[in-house]
């Protein structure tokens, strides 16, 4: 074993006995500590005395991205790396009738773990830091350890040992997840091919270290769009005033706008003038696509390559064998079927919506085109809710200030699940605005984890709505429970001099849903880091979150989370019923873009190659006779296609 390697395990043992850390310098559940922030500075300082290398850039469940460094992040992942290296060598030296459970199976399920929550600090502060250099560094740590996971996945010598005692030793005296571990390890090897021939071995961890290089570069491009446009305020005509107010001015006095949701959401759905809206959507339908084209049809190529060289007919057959739905066939039977049952209703809604349209440009002498277009669809899904439902969303969102909404939702997940959260006041985190809560179970006061909520945009920051697990619960080497970890991302409107941030209902249930895998990471009692958490099927996934989105539109719920941000008074009876009953609203055309995402992912994964540009275009035109804007290509900046979802959309059905 190298020094470094031999002196970071040291290092670990001596502060084991101080403060209860496994090698990783993790917090477990039976710590009883009262303060994270002074043991997460302590065991800081120890390290520092202690080690030769430079301090990880997290300890015992709590981050503190402000002190990093790029060059801390670019230390730590050479020195994880050449640490687990090294532990893998040992296993894979064993003599193939020596291995037990211990020496392999335990040892493996230990390494995960501990990849998992030592890697995090380094490849996380790419979607939050504030500093650009930290968010590169932390991109390139990345793509450092994801090719040294496809190494370790592609050892034949690891492989043989698990599969020697499956055979040897056998299952006789494992538990359930134990026996579930030693099976999806020899699974996952077979699906690395470690089976076939060494030629076949190679290719395949080539295209794996290409994808994942591929799939760090389309998002980190995303990331670090930064897509404006300028406005008169005429151009922004039906927009609120308050909106208006707290946009920038740029070029010649104009009013500069982002591709982030409170800026693209907001003019999608309430501005007006077409041609505005047809900018906006332009705008947001052609980021990153002159980068990120390439890399998608690369991907999809290369997903096809290795699904050749593994024996399966297409990349789609290949991931749907782990997969609830099992295979492409059951995937588009369940899209076609649901698409067919939702045309009528899909005929009705557009109906209603051309009458509008047709209205609307009689009564603003706008040009009628007969048509609905695709810049179209978002502001007149809001105008049947508004005038078919009465239900405004301007009105609405008055009564949920996002301190509210964030109260009430944690009042009503802790009643739900017997849980209790505390806010760490003095907890370090990567950005002011960003907020750490501890969870404790409100019964036993066991500790199980901590969140982050990151609420709000910025430049560089990950664009979308997710949650990132930190840290996974699960039993750890030294045999105590570390506890959960996850960071929560969202984009909502900032809160301004004049309001707080308020949010709409649709961001109410946005809020919810992602807080659902909060919930989900934080609550699991799994042993191995490798079923923790949200680590199940990826058909299943979305699931839990789907179903707790059901209490945004009850009334109980809603007066929890709702109080007026002048008078303080709760969303009124009416508006709940209104609300209630506009949620069918769109049912048709929303779902349907969703088939839309689905169809077109289970497409170029069965196909295996695809120009993405027309083929999408296509199927917009298929399932909804909607004409998508010439010269743009969502694909590529759909973010799903290249973060774990390929082949897997459908789950959000």
């Not at 020899?186 to 076939?196: A, Q, V, Y």
């Not at 389309?218 to 300028?230: H, I, P, S, W, Y």
């Not at 707080?500 to 919930?519: K, N």
Request: hydrophobic share 35%; proline share 4%.
């Amino acid at each position: 074993m190298p020094a470094s390697a031999v002196i970071t395990l040291r290092c670990a043992a001596v502060l084991s006995k101080v403060v209860r850390v496994c090698p990783s310098g993790i917090i477990f559940s039976s710590a009883r500590n009262g303060n994270g922030a002074s043991l997460n500075r302590y065991i800081y300082k120890r390290l520092l005395t202690i080690s030769t290398m430079p301090a990880p850039p997290r300890i015992s469940g709590m981050y503190d991205f402000r002190k990093v460094t790029p060059e801390d992040i670019e230390k730590q992942t050479d020195a994880l790396i050449l640490a687990q290296r090294a532990a893998y060598d040992s296993i894979g030296l064993l003599p193939l009738d020596k291995v037990t459970y211990e020496n392999v199976i335990k040892q493996l399920a230990d390494l995960m773990a501990e990849r998992t929550t030592m890697g995090s600090p380094l490849d996380f502060p790419q979607h939050a830091a504030t500093d650009k250099a930290v968010r590169e560094a932390s991109s390139t740590a990345e793509q450092k350890l994801e090719e040294f996971d496809v190494e370790m996945s592609m050892r034949k010598d690891i492989f043989d040992r698990v599969v020697a005692f499956s055979e040897n030793v056998g299952m006789e005296g494992l538990n359930d997840e134990q026996k579930r571990l030693v099976d999806k390890l020899i699974l996952h090897g077979k699906r690395n091919g470690l089976h076939l021939s060494e030629e076949i071995q190679s290719e395949v961890k080539k295209i794996k270290k290409r994808m994942s290089e591929l799939s760090i570069k389309f998002q980190r491009n995303l990331n670090e769009d930064n897509t404006k446009l300028f406005f008169t305020k005429e151009e922004l005509a039906g927009m609120p005033d308050d909106f208006i107010n707290e946009l920038c001015q740029g070029e010649d006095g104009k009013l500069e706008v982002t591709m982030k949701y409170p800026h693209l959401f907001p003019i999608t759905k309430k501005c007006r003038v077409p041609d505005t809206r047809r900018l906006m959507v332009t705008a947001s339908q052609s980021k990153c696509m002159e980068e990120n084209t390439p890399i998608l049809e690369e991907l999809i190529s290369l997903r096809q390559k290795q699904a050749d060289l593994l024996n399966y007919k297409n990349h789609a057959a290949y991931v749907l064998e782990e997969r609830m739905a099992n295979n492409p066939e059951n995937v588009a039977q369940f899209l076609s079927g649901l698409a067919e049952k939702l045309q009528h209703l899909w005929k009705q809604e557009k109906s209603d919506m051309l009458n509008l349209k047709k209205e609307e440009c009689e009564k603003c002498n706008y040009e009628y085109s007969g048509k609905l277009d695709f810049w179209d669809f978002r502001y007149y899904m809001n105008q049947v809710e508004e005038k078919m439902y009465a239900v405004d969303q301007n009105e609405v969102r008055q009564y949920f200030p996002l301190e509210k909404v964030t109260s009430g939702l944690l009042h009503i997940y802790q009643t739900l699940l017997g849980l209790h959260f505390t806010q760490e006041s003095d907890a370090d985190t990567w950005h002011e605005d960003v907020k750490l809560y501890r969870v404790n179970d409100s019964k036993t006061g066991e500790h199980l984890g901590y969140f982050y909520l990151d609420l709000y945009p910025r430049d560089g920051k990950f664009g979308h709505a997710a949650v990132f697990p930190l840290q996974p619960s699960c039993v750890a080497a030294n045999g105590d429970r570390q506890v959960a970890v996850c960071a929560m991302m969202c984009n909502f409107t900032k809160p301004t001099k004049d309001k707080p941030a308020l949010l709409d209902h649709s961001e109410v249930e946005t809020y919810f849903h992602e807080f659902g895998h909060v919930m989900h990471h934080i609550c699991s009692r799994a042993t191995f880091s490798m079923f923790a958490g949200t680590r199940v099927e990826r058909d299943f996934l979305e699931a839990p979150s789907q179903m707790l989105e059901n209490w945004v539109w009850e009334k109980e719920p809603l007066s929890l989370m709702s109080g007026h941000y002048q008078t303080s008074a709760t969303l009124p009876d009416e508006i709940v019923e209104k609300l209630a009953k506009s949620r069918k609203a769109n049912a048709g055309g929303f779902n349907l873009r969703q088939i839309i995402l689905a169809t077109f992912d289970q497409t170029i994964h069965t196909r295996g190659q695809a120009d993405t540009k027309s083929l999408f275009a296509q199927t917009y035109r298929d399932i909804m006779d909607i004409e998508p804007i010439p010269n743009t290509n969502m694909p590529a900046n759909f973010g799903h296609l290249a973060g774990g979802y390929d082949a897997q959309y459908y789950g959000y059905m």
